[in-house]
């Protein structure tokens, strides 16, 4: 079964602090894993796909098959990296179709 | 970069009407669009798959009858609440990749009905 997880739902740091949000996925086939965030009162956005290999407002993620994750990472968090983030996967032949994790609401404190 | 619109924003009806929710692709066309429910704090559930010149692909669990879903131009999705239920109280949100397949999603700022 396709499936996303992320374990947390509050991740809560102080400014300068590393993150790490983790997400796991569960798919018989050859996945694309996304990160999507959504900022208050702004609509879900993309902020980085694992095919891309880029780093966007400091953050980073790779795709790791064995442990089938894909938990995204910023080295020293800012008050605006506040939102909530959204791990999402879709397949080769699944038309753009994504599936999405319950969702990490990450804090970040002054 | 492209945009992704809802109308309207949000919606309060009785029990028992209809509530028709639109989804526009404002500066490229949409062969396919996305339509997702979120509850408060939960994660988006995708609802049904929005296809322009065919019928709607719905995912298991999701009463086509209750959702109607019209794909009338390459530009316009619209979703049909159908004898709205308190239970359909929800967040709606609509998406639609660039060009189609794996491309980004552009996300609609989402449509908040309440069911009285």
Redesign the interface.
């Known amino acids: 079964a396709q499936r996303v997880t992320q374990p947390e739902k509050l991740l809560s740091v102080f400014k300068g602090a590393p993150v790490e949000l983790k997400c796991n996925y569960s798919y018989s086939g050859s996945p694309e894993l996304f990160w999507y965030v959504q900022y208050s009162r702004q609509r879900l956005q993309l902020l980085l796909r694992h095919i891309s290999r880029e780093s966007i407002k400091g953050f980073t993620a790779d795709l790791n098959k064995g442990e089938t994750s894909f938990h995204l990472k910023k080295p020293f968090a800012q008050e605006e990296d506040s939102a909530m983030y959204y791990c999402a996967l879709s397949g080769r032949n699944q038309g753009g179709k994504l599936i999405f994790g319950q969702g990490t609401e990450l804090s970040v404190k002054p | 970069g492209a945009v992704v619109s809802q109308h309207p924003s949000r919606v309060i009806c009785k029990s028992g009407t209809s509530v028709k929710i639109e989804c526009r692709s404002l500066d490229f066309q949409a062969t396919?669009m996305?339509w997702?429910r979120q509850f408060p704090?939960?994660?988006?559930?995708?609802m049904a798959?929005s296809n322009e010149g065919s019928k709607a692909t719905y995912e298991q669990g999701v009463e086509k009858d209750k959702f109607l879903i019209n794909h009338a131009s390459l530009t316009l999705s619209t979703l049909t609440v159908t004898s709205a239920h308190p239970e359909d109280s929800s967040f709606y949100?609509c998406?639609a990749?660039l060009a189609?397949?794996?491309?980004?999603?552009y996300?609609?700022?989402?449509t908040r009905l309440l069911v009285l």
Do not use: A, R, W
């Open positions: 396919t996305f997702y704090k939960q994660s988006l559930m995708l798959t949100i998406s990749p189609g397949g794996l491309e980004t999603q996300f609609g700022p989402g």
